[in-house]
């Protein structure tokens, strides 16, 4: 049982260049979430998803978007980096009851 | 207003003191109040959680104290050992699984053995 899984670990980035943060989890989760982590700050929420085909902007979704295309995976993508979004990216997953489990991350450099 | 108010930023504890990490809120809709673990490296763990119904609960070394009228919770490590060592995150939503939650800065623990 593994939980929340994040591909990948780590990534350094060129302004300008994009990805995707590829965010699966196998409990059946109908709400997952995208945050980031920064110094000082907590964790921000990016975008969130609470069922397979919908998504919606959380507190900072600028430069990201999203997709729920299956139940069990939620992507993140960055069209053109900004030094700005260096980060470590936080997914986490929930279902009535459950709480957040949360992924172990991923940290992005944008140079 | 959605912010919730953590401190200490940092806390340097000795082996087998207390720590005490406090948090605060404003919106009274708030009804879940969790704390996270987080080890360099990894993603928050759930540690404890309480509601509103109840002014303390205890969960091994892991209390947690609810103050309802002050809009006040705190966390407090009896007996900490140097692998409590670690950022701890409180957090306040409206039900226990939305889009909802709001995460307090963090208070970075060490504890020195």
């Known amino acids: 049982n593994a939980g929340v899984t994040q591909t990948p670990k780590f990534r350094v980035l060129k302004t300008g260049q994009s990805m995707t943060l590829l965010c699966a989890q196998d409990m059946n989760h109908e709400y997952m979430y995208w945050y980031r982590q920064d110094p000082g700050m907590g964790l921000r929420l990016i975008h969130y998803?609470?069922?397979?085909?919908?998504?919606a902007k959380g507190e900072v979704p600028d430069g990201y978007n999203v997709s729920r295309l299956k139940k069990q995976n939620f992507l993140l993508g960055l069209e053109s980096a900004a030094p700005s979004q260096t980060s470590v990216y936080f997914c986490?997953?929930?279902?009535?009851?459950?709480?957040?489990?949360f992924g172990s991350g991923t940290r992005l450099t944008v140079v | 207003q959605q912010q919730v108010k953590q401190s200490p930023q940092s806390l340097i504890v000795q082996k087998g003191g207390i720590s005490i990490i406090n948090c605060a809120y404003e919106?009274?809709?708030?009804?879940?109040f969790p704390w996270y673990q987080q080890f360099p490296g990894k993603g928050p763990a759930l540690l404890i959680a309480?509601?509103?119904?109840?002014s303390e609960k205890k969960e091994g070394r892991f209390t947690i104290s609810f103050n309802k009228s002050a809009k006040q919770f705190s966390l407090h490590i009896m007996d900490s050992q140097p692998g409590d060592s670690a950022t701890y995150f409180c957090?306040?939503?409206?039900?226990?699984?939305?889009?909802?939650?709001?995460f307090g800065p963090g208070t970075r623990l060490s504890v020195l053995p």
């Open positions: 957090a306040a939503s409206k039900g226990n699984y939305g889009q909802n939650f709001v």
């Open positions: 309480i509601r509103p119904d109840v």
């Open positions: 998803s609470v069922g397979e085909g919908t998504t």
């Open positions: 986490a997953s929930s279902y009535y009851g459950s709480g957040y489990t």
């Open positions: 919106n009274t809709a708030f009804d879940y």
